[in-house]
């Protein structure tokens, strides 16, 4: 019944060890070339002067809360379906929401850094920050849920990641549906007329490439993580069990001294008896 | 075993839909609280009935308007239909200057006068180079 979806292996990653370190790397180099593009080689805005950089980690950021949030939505739809329903997209659903709150949380403090000399305020109840920060708090409780084991676990989370997700068309169109402080969208607006051009245009986009490649690397390595982390708790779980019916033996380093300590209790056992097969 | 999956998975998709449907209606019928400020010509409109209420004034500042006052600043800010005349108290923020999209919040004063003692710039969703004179005007 329970098969895995062909072409994904349920393997402790999800991409090949190389391709990982590249893309590691890559992500590295992008991002301190961002970080030239935008302080150095784009030009001050006309209206905000150099506060405006900010822009260049800002909006990356908030994208990548959406995609994040986005890979969550779409792997917990092929969890709960049936035909390609596979803990490798529990996991993957996970791994993306952690990097989508942190992101969130980075878009969060970033805008407000903004908002203060831009706007004159950290901080306002409109509705584009209200709704960003409710994302923040709906994603933090998905991953509180993530914590509670039982049965029906995963596809519990995988609910809740849907109904989570409603709020992301919510948090991008807000700026259109009320009336806010935020401006309103510079490139994916609703004519779809970008409102920034030239060496400032290409930094931004680049900023959105340059923190893909770190979403892609960091949603590996974290996949990677909750892989091994599952192996463990596995493997512990067997030692117990194997502990408690007594047919314990070497797992690993960690359960030698509990293996050692449970061999001579049995070897002592034996001892009044018939001398056994531990003779001294 | 499959009808029961497939109930399952029915009651998941309404419980989504429902959940989506639910926090869509609630945000429109919000969308009176939600909002944010009032333009200049609705503020106008609806002084009489909000004389004592604090609320948030948003338009252009007119140029050539700006004059400093002993306490703060005075300017007039527009919407295009409607003009008003904001007596603000403390220095306005760094960015403010003719011309600029601005938020005031603050309370009808005496006569058709906006007392602002907070102001917060609206700016807009255009990024641009400074033009080369434009430096000096600065």
């Known amino acids: 019944m329970r098969r895995a979806t062909p072409g994904v292996a349920d393997g402790p990653a999800l991409l090949n060890g190389t391709l990982s370190i590249v893309l590691g790397w890559t992500a590295l180099a992008a991002l301190i070339t961002l970080a030239i593009l935008g302080l150095w080689v784009a030009p001050p805005d006309a209206v905000q002067g150099d506060a405006q950089r900010l822009m260049y980690v800002h909006v990356p950021a908030a994208w990548l809360a959406y995609l994040a949030f986005g890979v969550t939505a779409l792997a917990s739809v092929l969890y709960l379906w049936r035909r390609t329903r596979s803990p490798v997209w529990d996991r993957v659903a996970g791994a993306s929401a952690e990097l989508g709150v942190i992101f969130t949380g980075l878009c969060l403090v970033l805008g407000s850094m903004w908002g203060r000399p831009v706007w004159g305020t950290w901080w306002e109840w409109e509705a584009r920050l209200v709704s960003t920060a409710v994302l923040f708090f709906l994603y933090v409780g998905y991953l509180a849920l993530r914590r509670i084991p039982g049965p029906g676990r995963a596809k519990r989370c995988a609910i809740a990641a849907l109904i989570a997700f409603v709020d992301v068309p919510i948090v991008h169109f807000s700026v259109e549906w009320w009336r806010t402080l935020h401006q309103q969208a510079t490139v994916f607006n609703p004519d779809l007329n970008p409102e920034i051009h030239g060496t400032m245009a290409f930094t931004l986009v680049f900023g959105v490439l340059a923190f893909t490649l770190l979403y892609v690397f960091l949603l590996d390595r974290r996949y990677t993580l909750e892989t091994l982390e599952e192996g463990r708790e596995e493997r512990e779980l067997e030692q117990a069990i194997a502990e408690r019916t007594g047919t314990a033996e070497l797992v690993d380093a960690g359960g030698y001294t509990a293996t050692l300590a449970l061999r001579l209790r049995r070897a002592r056992k034996s001892l009044p008896g018939s001398g056994g097969e531990t003779s001294r | ?138």
């Open chain 2, 1 to 138: 075993m499959t009808t029961r999956v497939r109930r399952r998975t029915i009651a998941a998709a309404t419980v989504v839909v429902v959940a989506a449907i639910a926090i869509v209606v609630l945000a429109f019928q919000l969308s009176g609280n939600i909002t944010y400020f009032r333009t200049v010509s609705e503020a106008v409109d609806q002084r009489a009935s909000e004389r004592d209420q604090r609320i948030r004034l948003a338009g252009e500042v007119v140029p050539g308007t700006l004059r400093e006052t002993r306490t703060g600043v005075t300017f007039r800010v527009t919407d295009g239909k409607d003009t008003v005349t904001v007596v603000h108290q403390g220095d306005p923020p760094g960015l403010f200057k003719d011309g600029v999209p601005v938020v005031c919040e603050g309370e009808w004063g005496a006569g058709a006068v906006f007392d602002s003692d907070r102001i917060l710039i609206k700016h807009g969703s255009e990024y641009e180079p400074p033009k080369v004179d434009a430096k000096q005007a600065r």
